[in-house]
């Protein structure tokens, strides 16, 4: 039989409290970085792509629903890879990363709000027409605070996915908090508690922000 795997084995509280700094600062300086950006990108990209295509005529808006699909339905390694090739050599791929998956995470946004839009009450649009409001006026005061209000669940939860998916950035050779814990843990061979705390710290993370947009939904409700 073969002997049973023991505790220190497994774990070292020693090994864990020195892989922890690493770890912690790839996260603050790369992870936390790219989705917090990320999201402002794909949040004001995905809203503007929703109006576009509720106010473009046709022959506009046909296009961009056909670029947003093509976005949406093509993975993310794929883009990043190929958005790293087209770039000039100088530019900063931390950033180009960045920006590639915002505007992947704006299409489906873009989506939540399209649904959030078609939901506002039909008798919201008339009643801005009664009262000969400015289109501008009427999406700006009218639609999109009610369209934002009832897609916030949906577009929590894209920002938690965006936030998962930073491991992706390894493609193009960013390093970023799931790299750094495989590279601390080969170069001391402790692999469970380099993977153990980055596990934790996306846990952490996303149990933070969803409650956060839950607070936040629940202040724009009451």
């Not at 209000?149 to 950035?169: C, E, H, Q, V």
């Amino acid at each position: 039989m073969m002997p049973a795997i023991t505790f220190d084995e497994f774990w070292s509280w020693e090994a864990a409290a020195d892989l922890l700094p690493e770890v912690l600062t790839a996260f603050v300086k790369v992870t936390l970085l790219v989705t917090v950006v990320g999201t402002l990108v794909a949040v004001v990209v995905g809203m503007l792509l929703a109006v576009l295509t509720q106010v473009a005529p046709r022959i506009v808006a046909a296009p961009v629903r056909w670029v947003m699909d093509v976005i949406r339905m093509t993975p993310l390694i794929v883009q990043l890879v190929f958005a790293s090739y087209l770039v000039p050599v100088s530019w900063d791929l931390l950033w180009v990363g960045t920006a590639v998956i915002g505007i992947h995470y704006s299409t489906y946004m873009a989506e939540s709000f399209i649904g959030g839009i078609r939901s506002v009450d039909p008798g919201q649009w008339e009643a801005a027409r009664a009262l000969s409001l400015p289109q501008g006026r009427t999406w700006s005061a009218i639609v999109l605070p009610q369209a934002v209000r009832s897609t916030l669940p949906a577009l929590g939860n894209w920002m938690i996915s965006m936030f998962k998916d930073t491991p992706y950035l390894f493609a193009i050779t960013v390093l970023e908090m799931v790299t750094v814990a495989q590279q601390a843990g080969g170069s001391t061979f402790r692999y469970n508690e380099a993977f153990t705390i980055a596990g934790l710290i996306f846990l952490v993370a996303s149990l933070v922000t969803a409650f956060a947009v839950r607070r936040l939904e629940k202040a724009l409700v009451y």
